[in-house]
């Protein structure tokens, strides 16, 4: 089994900054690539970000510049650094991980955690 846990959403003025933390726990032997994606209200869930197991990381357009994703692989955790907030930033922020098992990719998905960015 393994579960995400989500902490670091909240409300911000926009400008403001907001950091995400996803640690996963559970029958884990490494970790491929680590997300985040984002839900807003009666869209899809969008890519946010994405970083490798080497620390390559791609962003969204809509974040590039903004946001930082990082991992902390010893604690089989990942961040989101979020500066520069802006109202369409509003969502319910998912991680998820991919997880190798017999050369297959397994995904796992953290409960979301909601970030509401308006002054």
């Known amino acids: 089994q393994v579960q995400l846990v989500e902490s670091g959403g909240g409300l911000v003025q926009p400008g403001g900054s907001l950091r995400l933390s996803c640690a996963a726990s559970?029958?884990?032997?490494?970790?491929?690539?680590m997300a985040w994606y984002r839900q807003a209200p009666g869209k899809q869930r969008d890519l946010v970000a994405t970083?490798?197991?080497?620390?390559?990381?791609n962003y969204a357009d809509s974040v590039k510049g903004r946001f930082t994703i990082s991992r902390d692989n010893a604690k089989n955790t990942v961040y989101l650094q979020m500066n520069s907030l802006k109202p369409e930033d509003t969502a319910l922020y998912y991680c998820?991980?991919?997880?190798?098992?017999?050369?297959?990719?397994?995904?796992?998905w953290g409960q979301g955690t909601q970030v509401t960015v308006s002054s």
């Open positions: 998820n991980i991919k997880i190798p098992r017999a050369n297959v990719d397994y995904d796992y």
């Open positions: 970083i490798s197991s080497s620390g390559v990381r």
């Open positions: 559970g029958r884990i032997f490494s970790i491929k690539t």
